[in-house]
């Protein structure tokens, strides 16, 4: 049976929207999605909260590690991307979470966070944890059927949120922006400063 | 061997070349590297220079457990992947496997594949044409 999944339209609506004046020329999402929180946990089975993360850029995208194109093409791009900040790239963290904690164990979200280098976090989470943070950025996903060597496709949400160092919900990328807009992005947020305030949850 | 001989291995030459300048042609093939035995996306340009369209049915090799042509599609903000079963070529035309479009899904490595390594794949269309691509193995971080 195939679990449907029903399309996100946050992304259309807030390309409607997105003529609002915002310098990074992403969607500005600030007024319409909570402060980051979340309890997962990463490649070393560690709990990581949030607020680990305060006093960085944090760049929050949905996937699952047996997914072969869009999910490396987007980690590989932000890491890409975040490697040309240079010294600066220290205070952005890329969160690859995987919403597929069946098969992305501890192990193997260590292993691909480190494919794709020191920028990037995997975590996952128990389907509470994972649920409670896609109904928070309005995200969905879901499993598709399996074939016959057991494997199946997670279709998830393509957004990429990004959040400034006070755990602020500020712009919303995809794949159509530039490498030049997402960079400007970044940049911006990590320039805005705001290191000292932490808005999300403890 | 006689001159008639000759004339004939000739002929038979230049029309094997003929059909083979004909046939597909890849270029920029690679695959991204993933850790484990993660599926792995492949990408190539087909080029098809014959004046007739050629389909592409199914990609082989002995290095991968099965091999699946398909197409990620973004469509309202969530991504999803639709396998193709056959893809035409038109005459003089090309289709780019590229991050983010169609892509040789790659399931079950018979063994561990190494960055820098260059394996190969085995086209096959819909006339009986195989064709041998080589694909360079790029590390997880390429674009």
Known sequence: ?202 | MNSAAKRLLLTLLACWQGVALAAPQVSDAWIRWLPGDLPLAGYLTLHNPDARPHTLVAVHSPLFRRIEIHRSLAQSGVARMQAVARLELRPQGQVSFSPGGYHLMLFGRAQALRQGQTVELLLQFDDGYQLRAPFAVRPATAR
């Open chain 1, 1 to 202: 049976m195939k679990r449907v999944v029903w399309p996100l339209v946050l992304a259309l609506v807030l390309a409607a929207c997105g003529d609002a004046p915002s310098p990074a020329r992403l969607r500005d999402i600030g007024a319409l999605l909570p402060p980051l929180t979340f309890t997962l946990h990463d490649g070393e089975a560690r709990t990581r909260r949030a607020a680990d993360f305060a006093g960085q850029v944090v760049v929050l995208y949905f996937g699952y590690t047996h997914c072969p194109d869009i999910c490396p093409t987007t980690l590989a791009r932000l890491a890409g991307l975040v490697r040309r900040l240079g010294a600066a790239a220290a205070r952005v963290s890329i969160l690859f979470v995987s919403v597929d904690p069946a098969r992305d164990t501890p192990a193997v979200l260590h292993a691909y966070a480190e494919a794709f280098g020191p920028r990037v976090v995997a975590l996952s989470g128990s389907q509470e944890q994972l649920g409670a943070l896609a109904r928070r950025y309005r995200v969905s996903y879901g499993l598709g059927p399996a074939d016959g060597d057991g494997q199946y496709e997670v279709s998830h949400s393509s957004a990429v949120f990004i959040f400034d160092p006070r755990g602020r919900a500020r712009l919303l990328a995809t794949a159509e922006d530039s490498d030049a807009d997402l960079l400007a992005g970044i940049q911006g947020l990590l320039a805005a400063g705001g290191n000292e305030r932490w808005d999300g949850a403890r």
